[in-house]
């Protein structure tokens, strides 16, 4: 089984290269694409190969190329797939893979677009993965195999993906032709695929404005020694932004030191940070580095700076100052070299007006802040997100699942409070919990629900006032009283620019409490806040 593998993987590697050379030879577009839905028929044994592209007068997708297909069928439009049919049709709208493994049990199917294979249909599989220029798809390649072909589907889709990149540049330089693009948009193109390549390069995914502008400023800051400091919700990638500013900046050659100010105890951060002699406290057997040296040439990523102790913020700003450590019962101080990197999650100026964060260090951290967006910012990230982490959980538990029409949508609805490690985890619940070969959209409802129905308030919630706790509390003791009438929260739903006269008024009732307001309308307080500001309420 093993040697067979191996086969496999060797001809894969070969027909992938093969592919490369045939694309980068001096020969027509379309003699170049055509050769490689060829080489799949031939190598691969992966027939009728076809390249669909966008047909934006009627809304549907065309054969451009393909190999295999009585071109007579091909002129009247039997393949010709509406945008909003099928199972092509879905992986145009949704930029993911779809695989059928028997296409005469699929109901989404459509049938006529494909061909039978040893005189018969009993034993067709279709594949169908999309091509993708700056996170949008851009057209689709589809292919037939037999079912019970002698290699895994998933080498197959792995396979299809790689060569569908391959000829993406080749076809969008085709489609800019057609449409007749300026210069200056091509410029504007090339400024974005930049920032979307290192992305990917670091392990980023998404092509959202909204993370681009982020990943902008990243880009502007590398090469500076000037303090960084993240801000953003739990779950919207801090850590992965920390470490690609270090590995794309002047220090990459450097340590890069990291420490979670938020997990380690008060009483140990200090000798964490600074280090200690042996025998300077009780319990230091031996003496030891501390972060700050550790980091020297390097960068120092101190993640959730805003839950760090008064006394070692003193601490900290006097080491920003004079770049020299005294290490825990050492009466020497060490010269240091870092750069700082901070993120956090909480309202760091309501910390400074509360007392609890020096006004003095965040001046010295926040030169260069850096608001990464949440996930609800990034709807049109999600498609993307979602077929990434289903792809990764169906090679962990060797599945071959594939989400139905409707199910991304379903996600692109919900709030996400806990942002893409939400999302990562919603995906791999759903694979853990779907039997058969589709994660459904009543499947997707039902977990989205779940969550829903939880306290999922990530992000500090503000303080009430007075009146505001007084009001909760004669709420509470409202609701403990009587048992059967406890609040019910909603599951998710779309935001309904109708709801807005039904949030005011309850906002009049409750005296402007969010909190009193959320439970009467059915909400978390989150859930409240978010419709708030999607219908621009003054509340």
């Known amino acids: 089984m093993l040697a067979e593998n191996c086969i496999e993987r060797n001809t894969t590697m070969s027909l992938i290269s093969e592919v490369t050379k045939q694309m980068t030879k ?38 451009a190329y393909q190999c295999g297909l009585d071109p007579k069928l091909v002129e009247t439009g039997k393949y010709t797939v509406p945008f909003n049919l099928g199972i092509t049709g879905y992986v145009w709208r949704s930029g993911q893979t779809a695989l059928v493994t028997n296409i005469k049990s699929e109901p989404q199917f459509l049938h006529r677009i494909a061909e039978p294979m040893n005189d018969s249909f009993d034993d067709v599989s279709f594949i169908s993965v999309p091509i993708i220029v700056y996170g949008k798809p851009i057209g689709v390649l589809s292919v037939q195999r037999l079912s019970s072909g002698s290699r895994r589907f998933n080498d197959d889709l792995e396979m299809l993906r790689i060569i569908a990149s391959i000829l993406a540049p080749e076809l969008f330089i085709i489609q800019k032709s057609a449409l007749g693009i300026t210069h200056t948009h091509a410029h504007l193109d090339s400024d974005s695929a930049k920032l979307v390549r290192l992305c990917e390069k670091h392990g980023l995914i998404g092509s959202s404005k909204e993370l681009l502008a982020a990943v902008k400023l990243l880009e502007n800051a590398k090469n500076s020694d000037a303090p960084v400091m993240l801000l953003g ?36 951060l200090e000798s964490e940070l600074f280090g200690h002699e042996k025998g300077s406290f009780t319990g230091a057997y031996q003496s030891k580095k501390g972060k700050l040296q550790l980091a020297d040439g390097g960068t120092l990523f101190l993640d959730e700076i805003g839950d760090m102790p008064a006394d070692l913020q003193v601490k900290l700003l006097r080491v920003l100052q004079d770049k020299r450590i005294e290490p825990i019962g050492s009466n020497k101080s060490i010269t240091v070299d870092f750069r700082i990197i901070t993120a956090t999650h909480v309202n760091l100026k309501k910390s400074i007006e509360n007392k609890d964060f020096r006004l003095d260090l965040f001046y010295r951290l926040n030169v260069v802040p850096i608001s990464l967006p949440a996930l609800r910012h990034r709807v049109d990230d999600i498609p993307l997100l979602a077929q990434y982490f289903l792809e990764k959980y169906n090679e962990i538990y060797d599945r071959l699942l594939s989400f139905t029409t409707g199910s991304i ?98 906002l009049k009732l409750a005296n402007g409490n969010k909190t009193l307001a959320a439970r009467m309308l059915g909400m978390t307080t989150r859930q409240l806040r978010y419709r708030i500001s999607k219908l621009n309420i003054e509340a």
């Open 233 to 268: 919700e739990s779950g919207t990638g801090k850590e992965m932004f920390a470490r690609m500013l270090h590995q794309e900046g002047n220090r990459k050659q450097g340590p890069y030191i990291t420490i979670n100010c938020a997990s380690i105890p008060d009483h140990l």
């Open 26 to 63: 001096p020969a027509t577009s379309a003699r170049k694409i055509l050769t490689v839905l060829h080489l799949l028929s031939k190598w691969a044994d992966l027939h009728y190969g076809r390249v669909l592209l966008p047909n934006y007068s009627d809304n549907t997708l065309v054969i």
């Open 409 to 506: 949508e379903t996600l692109q609805t919900y709030d996400w409070p806990g942002n893409i490690r939400q999302l990562q985890n919603i995906v791999e619940r759903a694979v853990l919990q779907t039997s058969g070969s589709w994660i459904t959209v009543g499947r997707t409802n039902e977990i989205l629900n779940d969550e829903a129905g939880m306290d999922t308030s990530y992000a500090p919630i503000e303080e009430p006032n007075l009146d505001e706790k007084s009001l909760a509390t004669q709420e509470y003791e409202e609701v403990t009283s009587h048992p059967s009438e406890q609040a019910h929260y909603r599951p998710y739903m779309k935001v309904d620019e109708n709801l807005g006269d039904k949030i005011l008024s309850t």
